[in-house]
Nanobody
Framework: VQLVESGGGLVQPGGSLRLSCVASGFTFSMYDMSWYRQAPGKERELVARISSTGGNTDYADSVKGRFTISRDNAKNTVYLQMNSLKPEDTAVYYC?????????WGQGTQVTVSS
């Protein structure tokens, strides 16, 4: 089982990034997918989640209207489009796959928002 995140980097405030998480080793289309983030000295927090079919999404209040989660089950990939980025969005971003008792995490990708 693997979840591999990519797309992180350094961006100026107000900029955009799109994160990708490619899954392998399990039936991706059966799993609810989520993005979490963890800033230095803070607990890991839920950013956004999407149901297995993509029909339902949910967002943290801090990112509503700026971030969009989506998935492509044909490509075993979940995305996080991040717009209007703020310095407080700086964190390591992780994707997570959950189905019943099965729970997998990626290794994370660093997002730094700074001028």
């Amino acid at each position: 089982v693997q979840l591999v995140e990519s797309g992180g980097g350094l961006v100026q405030p107000g900029g955009s990034l799109r994160l990708s998480c490619v899954a392998s080793g399990f039936t991706f289309s059966m799993y609810d997918m989520s993005w979490y983030r963890q800033a230095p000295g803070k607990e890991r927090e839920l950013v956004a989640r999407i149901s297995s079919t993509g029909g339902n999404t949910d967002y943290a209040d801090s990112v509503k209207g700026r971030f969009t989660i989506s998935r492509d089950n044909a490509k075993n990939t979940v995305y996080l489009q991040m717009n209007s980025l703020k310095p407080e969005d700086t964190a390591v971003y992780y994707c997570r796959a959950r189905f019943s008792a099965y729970d997998y995490w990626g290794q994370g990708t660093q997002v730094t928002v700074s001028s």
